[in-house]
């Protein structure tokens, strides 16, 4: 019998792009232009991938009638359905519009410690609305006591990307369950054909909650919005507490001077 992959390598090829670009997403997350190039390529390169298969299989069709539940089922849900009228909608007309939400605030370690609803507008990057979060900070001291930084914590930017189409979901769970989608039918055809099936869990892919964070200096926002240094700070301490332990080693029991 041949390599269960034989008919399906095309299709296994194009499911491959599709987790590179979503891996491209992870990685491009807080820049719209790159984030969105990435996101354009995935769904391109999803739409193919049925294409692809039903390409390979044609010629067999005890193969197509033990994959066609599986098939139907990925061509029937709503996922599929809005992804390939996406696609279709970026090749013939034009720019796909994606929505962005955000917040702002501190985090402690890995944790959050305080976070406010900020606008991260689409059309700017993470950095970019992490400048206007500091200019908050810097003219309005009660938003500054509220959700900047102290000496424990530091700032930053939270944002999620969504479409209209799935609201409340970010695009990088929308995208992962795509892939899996398209993985449950290849890997479907695969064990029809004798094979193995595919690993579908990618222990490759980051943290969705910890890719929408990006973290920024604690000691740049304290110098640029509360005038602050606090490596210049941290010096003088260490100078006032080494002086405090030399005056008490100078000192006997009873507060008289050592002659």
């Excluded at 809005?82 to 696609?87: A, C, G, K, S």
Aim: with cysteine; glycine share 6%; net charge negative.
């Amino acid at each position: 019998m041949d390599c269960p992959h034989l008919l399906v390598e095309p299709a296994l090829d194009r499911w491959e792009e599709c987790h590179w670009h979503l891996h491209q997403m992870e990685a491009n997350y807080h820049e719209p232009d790159a984030f969105r190039y990435a996101l354009n390529s995935f769904i391109r390169a999803f739409k193919e991938v049925p294409q692809l298969l039903t390409m390979g299989t044609q010629n067999q069709a005890e193969l197509r009638k033990n994959i066609k539940p599986a098939v139907a089922a990925l061509h029937g849900s709503d996922l599929y359905k809005v992804l390939t009228t996406t696609r279709n909608f970026l090749v013939h007309q034009g720019m796909l519009e994606l929505e962005s939400r955000g917040s702002a605030g501190t985090t402690e370690g890995r944790k959050v410690k305080i976070s406010f609803p900020f606008s991260v507008h689409a059309g700017e990057s993470s950095d970019e609305a992490y400048i206007r979060y500091k200019e908050v900070c810097r003219t309005d001291q009660m938003m500054r006591g509220l959700i900047g930084p102290d000496c424990d914590s530091a700032p930053a930017i939270w944002r999620t990307w969504i479409i209209k189409d799935f609201p409340g979901r970010d695009l990088l769970d929308v995208v992962f369950e795509a892939w899996t989608r398209l993985g449950e039918v290849l890997s479907v055809t695969i064990e029809a054909r004798g094979g193995e099936s595919l690993d579908l869990s990618m222990p490759c892919r980051h943290d969705p909650e910890l890719v929408k964070v990006k973290c920024f200096s604690q000691r740049d926002f304290f110098l640029e919005v509360d005038g602050i240094d606090l490596d210049e700070e941290e010096r003088k301490w260490h100078e006032e507490k080494a002086r405090r332990e030399i005056d008490s080693d100078t000192r006997l029991p009873g507060g008289r001077n050592v002659d």
